[in-house]
């Protein structure tokens, strides 16, 4: 009887925990859920009010690349920039290679640099200025659009994990449960 009395404690703690785990699951899914939605929703939104399209296939724009980055871009020629993955590849495969173009290569600290040393020099102004703002779109791009587009996509698949981890719990919440019903009818028919 005593062992019975115990067994019972036992199963009763254990259901307990496991709601309490099933109920902080569904919590952290949920705050994930809205993380991802409240992440990607930002990106998307700001990306589309800016209204950059990707070079349609085939066009001057995207033969003049490098075959890699041809072969990047062309994945979403045509299409309009609205979500982080489309702002790293337009980032790196477009931007950072007209970049590269600029200056021989040099980035616009070292140009910034040679120009401070020769105010005189229009073509080093002038590198300076475009080096700076394509530095700018491709920094925003891939700081703004894909980092944030990336730490939403996570946030995502920690709801999905903390979801089936809160249906696992409430299942075995739920054998307790079964449990504990059946070493009650084991008492009485004692």
Not at 71 to 96: E, P, R, S, T
Not at 141 to 149: E, N, P, R, T, V
Request: proline share 3%; net charge positive; aromatic share 10%.
């Amino acid at each position: 009887m005593r062992r019975l009395t115990e067994a019972r404690a036992v199963d009763r703690v254990f259901i307990m925990l496991g709601a309490a785990m099933t109920a902080l699951l569904l919590v952290g899914g949920c705050l994930g859920w809205y993380g991802y939605h409240f992440a990607t929703t930002m990106v998307t939104n700001e990306l589309s009010s800016q209204k950059v399209f990707f070079p349609p296939k085939g066009s001057p724009a995207l033969q003049a690349l490098p075959a890699e980055d041809q072969a990047a871009m062309n994945k979403y020629a045509g299409q309009q920039l609205v979500n982080g993955d489309q702002a790293k590849v337009y980032a790196d495969h477009f931007i950072g290679v007209h970049l590269q173009e600029v200056a021989g290569g040099q980035t616009y600290s070292q140009v910034s640099a040679a120009a401070m040393a020769n105010p005189k020099d229009a073509k080093l102004q002038t590198q300076k200025a475009v080096l700076f703002q394509g530095e700018t779109l491709r920094g925003l791009l891939l700081g703004d659009g894909y980092s944030y587009w990336t730490f939403g996509m996570i946030a995502k698949y920690v709801a999905f994990a903390a979801f089936a981890g809160a249906a696992v719990m409430a299942v075995l919440v739920a054998l307790g449960v079964h449990h504990l019903s059946g070493l009650k009818s084991t008492r009485r028919r004692r």
